[in-house]
């Protein structure tokens, strides 16, 4: 690029200093008179492989695919700054190094998806179009992306059908994660580009075609004498003080049916005599208030607390941490928080609740979703088989 009026000029270079993996970060130079600024592409590259004379990245074998994006990438930050150093000529204004910079800064958001959802999420947030636990999975899905990408920037451009397909097998295989699991990291990408399509950083969104969609895991509820089993161990004294704020909150929902997103968000205004009076996170959209009375053993639980009734974690800590509680009382199936919102509606099922009436404390819109407690209760199943012994005798 040319120097501008001012004496400003932009050019790409390579660092010197190589990291373990012997790769140089490329560097994006503004230099005006005496002073000189350098802004990371985000893009590492080995030194051997970058030509100085043409400021282009070198293929480092055979087809190698990350060229070609890079050295878009790289072009475009010399286009627009040249097209910021003309338009300054035309205009008879000079350009600065602080002009070029918040340039780069605006554009490195609008390129590289990783910036740019983490800003929309950001903002989403600050404006409360979504909670903290919404907010908190996004940014769950974000980190599992770059861990997936393992590098720094991620260009939109890149997003396309074969790396979504690439990215949706190494979460299953490599990850490991389950399918529920997988689908949360597409439904928040999906919506993030969704978002980009609508700033016209790009035509189309690649999950138009790439489906994907939930299914009934495997549902694990606790019996009563494993309920039993937690509430000794939440009173054990030597019980770790983090373990316990779970168990506090693990045990609130086993005994009111509440979604971990709901807990999360649950304040000492909301209760209004013993009943906790809400809206759902699931019913909000339709301003859905649910009054739910509340029992000794829920209110003893939240009792002297203000403000937030619960200690604020991320849900994989507290689904990381219920396996070690779980083993520690004794119980060895697979502890997660969804399972305290199944135990609810089996208990609720044994002692025969109303199915209505559990629709009802749950949240639910239809019964047919409640039903599933009638299958997944032992006790229930065991009187219904008695009826036969009733009924025949030998």
Request: with cysteine.
């Amino acid at each position: 690029m040319k120097k501008s009026r001012a004496g400003l000029s932009c050019y790409i270079v390579i660092d010197s200093r190589v990291n373990p993996a012997g790769l140089s970060k490329v560097l994006f130079r503004i230099q005006q008179a005496r002073i000189k600024r350098d802004l990371y592409t985000g893009i590492k590259w080995p030194r051997a492989f970058f030509s100085a004379t043409t400021q282009q990245l070198l293929p480092r074998y055979a087809d190698d695919t990350d060229v070609m994006p890079f050295n878009l990438q790289i072009n475009e930050y010399k286009t627009r700054a040249h097209r910021m150093a003309l338009t300054g000529y035309l205009e008879k204004t000079d350009i600065t190094i602080d002009d070029i910079v918040k340039e780069f800064n605006n554009m490195h958001v609008a390129e590289d998806f990783f910036s740019f959802m983490e800003v929309n999420a950001n903002a989403l947030y600050n404006q409360d179009t979504i909670v903290n636990p919404t907010w908190r999975r996004h940014r769950c899905s974000l980190n599992i992306l770059k861990k997936y990408y393992k590098r720094e920037v991620l260009p939109i451009g890149r997003l396309n059908l074969d790396f979504i397909e690439k990215f949706d097998a190494w979460a299953r295989t490599k990850h490991k994660a389950g399918h529920n699991t997988v689908c949360g990291y597409h439904k928040d990408i999906k919506k993030y580009l969704s978002i980009a399509v609508r700033k016209c950083l790009i035509a189309k969104n690649p999950y138009e075609d790439f489906s994907f969609a939930y299914v009934d895991g495997d549902r694990v509820a606790l019996n009563r004498d494993e309920i039993n089993n937690l509430i000794t161990l939440f009173k054990h004294p030597l019980l770790e003080s983090c373990d316990r704020e779970i168990l506090r909150r693990f045990l609130f929902s086993c005994v009111t049916g509440l979604r971990i997103s709901d807990t999360g968000l649950i304040h000492s205004s909301m209760i209004q005599g013993n009943d906790l009076v809400f809206v759902p996170y699931k019913g909000r959209a339709a301003g859905k208030v649910l009054r739910l009375p509340l029992q000794r053993i829920a209110l003893q639980l939240i009792e002297g607390r203000s403000g937030l009734l619960f200690a604020q974690f991320s849900h994989g800590y507290i689904n990381e941490r219920l396996k070690i509680i779980g083993a520690r009382a004794g119980i060895f199936k697979r502890l997660t928080y969804h399972c305290a919102r199944d135990t609810f509606g089996t208990q609720a099922v044994e002692m025969n609740i109303h199915i209505k009436l559990i629709s009802e404390m749950m949240g639910h819109s239809s019964l047919k979703t409640t039903s599933i407690y009638l299958k997944m209760s032992d006790a229930e199943k065991k009187r219904a088989m008695g009826k036969f012994d009733e009924r025949f005798k030998l």
